[in-house]
Structures are given as structure tokens and as C-alpha cells.
């Protein structure tokens, strides 16, 4: 089961709502599926919300 605070869920759900990017909207969509659909026991952190949103188009087709 997949932790996350409250005022983390917060942050992820209006860090995604900025987003205009479709391929950075994809990414979003899989940190929040992973949030909800996981049966791994992992902590979302703050981290992961602010390494997401300072990626770009170019970052993620690094990636």
C-alpha cells in the first residue's frame, strides 16, 4: 500500500493541473496511478512531486 500525506496530495494534484505538456502528462498520470495501485508498501515524498515538475518535454524523452 502506497503512503501519502494529505498535504502531499495537495501538491501532486496542483503541481499536474499546470501541466499542458501531454507527455509530461503521462508521467503525472503514472505517479498518481502508482499512488493509488500499488502493492509495493512505498512513501510518496515531497521529492518525487518536485523532481516531476521540473521536468521538461526534452527530460522525458531522455528518460
Known amino acids: 500500500m502506497t ?3 494529505e498535504g502531499d496530495a495537495y501538491r501532486l494534484a496542483e503541481a499536474c493541473s ?3 505538456n501531454e507527455t509530461v502528462q503521462e508521467l ?3 505517479l498518481i496511478t502508482s499512488t493509488i495501485r500499488s502493492d509495493k508498501e512505498v512513501t510518496m ?3 518525487f512531486i518536485e523532481i ?3 521536468i521538461g518535454p526534452v527530460e522525458k524523452e531522455l528518460l
Do not use: P, V
Request: proline share 0%.
Open 45 to 47: 515524498t515531497r521529492a
Open 3 to 5: 503512503t501519502i500525506s
Open 28 to 30: 503525472w498520470a503514472g
Open 52 to 54: 516531476l515538475k521540473a
Open 18 to 20: 499546470f501541466e499542458d
